[in-house]
Structures are given as structure tokens and as C-alpha cells.
């Protein structure tokens, strides 16, 4: 079983700031790997895909890296829409698995 | 403009069951994976099941695994979520989320979600 870890569990930012949010795998997941946003009381909001690649309209602030088992979501200059929590997401076997989230408030 | 619309949650008391509906429009259907993937209040993201596009093939979280089925109906553009036995801890909002291919991967998009409340 993939255990997807996140770091850190909360992450305090002021908007302008650049945000590093860290997503590590128990095992290689390759490439398999998905950025979520989730805001309260929404559904999440795929962000990133395949490790790297933005989802359609999803704006160019986001970017994703990272392969195997150590992965980053950036967000470079933080605006106040973008104060939510964050998960990522394996799937690289039947069963996808997601991380615990990590929570960027001001 | 892809769509999903769930249905079927409410209070069910332990050990009770509930049928979870997600109308699927705007793609074809028989050609993507669907899955169920849940949130307890304030707690983080659970995948409890998938389903292949022509469902041939599911999977199960362990926490589930026996207790609940998934199923679809690709005439209907409709997944389907048989929860059995319910428990305390099943307790959460079910989301219906679409993959990328007929194989589970990454989800988008996803329905508005139904609650569903397992208490006596």
C-alpha cells in the first residue's frame, strides 16, 4: 500500500509570497501523481496532473515537480483566491491514494 | 460541459444502508473510470472505490472492502455506490469524481458531493 505524505500539515503566507507545499510517496509513483485544490465547503479542483502538467485553467502561478517519490507544488506569487487546502494524489496502482492536505492561510 | 450529479445520502442509523446515485453528463461515459471518494467532517480525502469504464474492474479501500459495492450502468450514465453494514465512521460527504482514461488516475472533475450521516 502507497502511503502519500504531506509537508508541511499547515503553511502561513502573506499574498505576493511564494508557496513550496512537499507531497512524498512510500514508494515510486513515477510520474502518477495529482495536485488538488479544495476551498471550503467545494468540491476539490484538479490543479496539476502527470507530475507537472496544469490542468486546463488553471493559471501559470501553479507549477508542479517532482518524480518517483518526492514531489512539490508551487505557487509563486500567492493571490487571496488561493488561500485554501492543498492535497496530492497517487495513481499509480488500482486504488489512488491521496496525501493528508496541507493548509495555506495567511 | 462535463457534469456529475450525486444523490441518496441522508441519516441512516448503524449498521443500516443507503444507495448512492451519480448521473454522469457531457462525455462518453462507458469510456472513463469513475470513482467514490469521500470526506469526514474536517478530516482529508478517501478514495473508497473505483470502477473501470467497462467494468470489468473495481477496488476497494480496506476500510470498505466487503461492506460496500460499486457498480454503473453505462446505458444510464450512472455509477452507483451500495454502502451495507454502515458504521459511525462512515460518515462523510461522497464524492463522484470522473478519471482521465477507462483506468483510475487523476479526477476532474468532481460532483457537489452528498452527506451522508451514519448515527442512532
Known amino acids: 500500500e502507497i502511503v502519500m505524505t504531506q509537508s508541511p500539515a499547515t503553511l502561513s503566507v502573506s499574498p505576493g509570497e511564494r508557496a513550496t507545499l512537499s507531497c512524498r510517496a512510500s514508494q515510486s509513483v513515477s510520474s502518477n501523481l495529482a495536485w488538488y485544490q479544495q476551498k471550503p465547503g467545494q468540491a476539490p479542483r484538479l490543479l496539476i496532473y502527470?507530475?507537472?502538467t496544469r490542468a486546463t485553467g488553471i493559471p501559470a502561478r501553479f507549477s508542479g515537480s517532482g518524480s518517483g517519490t518526492e514531489f512539490t507544488l508551487t505557487i509563486s506569487s500567492l493571490q487571496s483566491e488561493d488561500f485554501a487546502v492543498y492535497y496530492c494524489?497517487?495513481?499509480?496502482?488500482?486504488?489512488?491514494?491521496f496525501g493528508q492536505g496541507t493548509k495555506v492561510e495567511i | 460541459e462535463v457534469q456529475l450529479v450525486e444523490s441518496g445520502g441522508g441519516l441512516v442509523q448503524p449498521g443500516g444502508s443507503l444507495r448512492l446515485s451519480c448521473a454522469a453528463s457531457g462525455f462518453r461515459f462507458s469510456s472513463y473510470a469513475m470513482s467514490w471518494v469521500r470526506q469526514a467532517p474536517g478530516k482529508g480525502l478517501e478514495c473508497v472505490s473505483t470502477?473501470?469504464?467497462?467494468?470489468?474492474?473495481?477496488s476497494y479501500a480496506d476500510s470498505v472492502k466487503g461492506r460496500f459495492t460499486i457498480s454503473r450502468d453505462n446505458s444510464k450514465n450512472t455509477v452507483y455506490l451500495q454502502m451495507n453494514s454502515l458504521r459511525v465512521e462512515d460518515t462523510a460527504v461522497y464524492y463522484c469524481?470522473?478519471?482521465?482514461?477507462?483506468?483510475?488516475?487523476?479526477?476532474?472533475?468532481w460532483g457537489q458531493g452528498t452527506l451522508v450521516t451514519v448515527s442512532s
Open positions: 470502477i473501470t469504464g467497462s467494468a470489468d474492474s473495481t
Open positions: 469524481a470522473k478519471g482521465s482514461s477507462t483506468w483510475p488516475t487523476w479526477f476532474d472533475p
Open positions: 494524489q497517487s495513481y499509480n496502482n488500482w486504488l489512488p491514494r
Open positions: 502527470g507530475a507537472s
